[in-house]
């Protein structure tokens, strides 16, 4: 079998949906559910329409993913994390999630996630370099 490689910044929405495919059929073949894999977004806007934070994540398999999470820093300590957080778990449960998962770095929002009811699942030191990326996990009631 012949075969190129082709490397990439960005994928087009024809190469993800190929991936998609493949993996559901793959998990289906080996006697896992279906991946139901569907975008979670909250935004933050101000008055004027401007985004002033957003939730970036996904729901697959019965879980929440948190991409991204970001407020800009002007409106921070306003509770506009936290709203864009319960926001995205509420659909997550509406969608029959039953938890959340994500992750973040010693110089993000760990303690932040904490006082939401996450728990660490792990770490990975020196990502980057002198810095420890946290997992993290909440159950959904």
Known sequence: MSF????????????RDAVEVGLTEHALAAGAPTRDVRAL???????ASNVVG??????VWGWLQVKELWVDESHR??????????AAE??????????VYL?????Q????????GY???????DFPLGHTRFFLQKRLK
């Open 41 to 47: 977004s909250v935004i933050a806007r101000d008055s």
């Open 90 to 99: 509420q659909v997550a449960i509406e969608r029959g999630c039953h938890g």
């Open 119 to 125: 728990s660490s699942i792990g770490s990975l030191e």
């Open 54 to 59: 957003a939730l970036l994540g996904r729901t």
């Open 103 to 107: 992750d973040t770095f010693d110089f």
């Open 4 to 15: 190129s490689l082709e490397v990439l910044g960005e994928v087009t929405a024809e190469i």
């Open 109 to 116: 929002a760990a303690p932040f996630y904490r006082r939401l």
């Open 77 to 86: 300590r306003k509770g506009i994390g936290r709203r864009l957080m319960a």
